[in-house]
């Protein structure tokens, strides 16, 4: 079992900058992959960045290329989502989600535990 709680997000003005964390609990943080995903009213949810075990492999959806940076903490069973250069067009509610796996994935259906999710907003 995995817990997963986010944390972080808010209002900003088109061109600022948030941090989300997730804090994570369970079992031991340093044997599963770590994704954040995201999803706007209306729309489905996709993905946003995810990182493997060890931090050394990420991966970004284009349109945040450049601007948001995943990163994790083990010792602190942390993963954070950076985000600079926030536009509207990122107004959403983030999650984060484990996998079972050492690995990154991009799929949704890849990821078993998810947090509750936290709204961000950019205000233009």
């Known amino acids: 079992q995995v817990q997963l709680v986010e944390s972080g997000g808010g209002l900003v003005q088109a061109g600022g900058s948030l941090r989300l964390s997730c804090a994570a609990s369970?079992?031991?943080?340093?044997?599963?992959?770590i994704g954040w995903f995201r999803q706007a009213p209306g729309k489905e949810r996709e993905f946003v960045a995810t990182i493997n075990w060890s931090g050394r492999s990420t991966y970004y959806t284009d349109s945040v290329k450049g601007r948001f940076t995943i990163s994790r903490d083990n010792a602190q069973n942390m993963v954070y989502l950076q985000m600079n250069s926030l536009k509207p067009e990122d107004t959403a509610v983030y999650y984060c989600a484990a996998r079972l796996e050492l690995t990154t994935a991009l799929d949704a259906r890849d990821y078993v535990y998810w947090g509750q999710g936290t709204q961000v907003t950019v205000s233009s």
């Open positions: 369970g079992r031991t943080f340093s044997t599963y992959a």
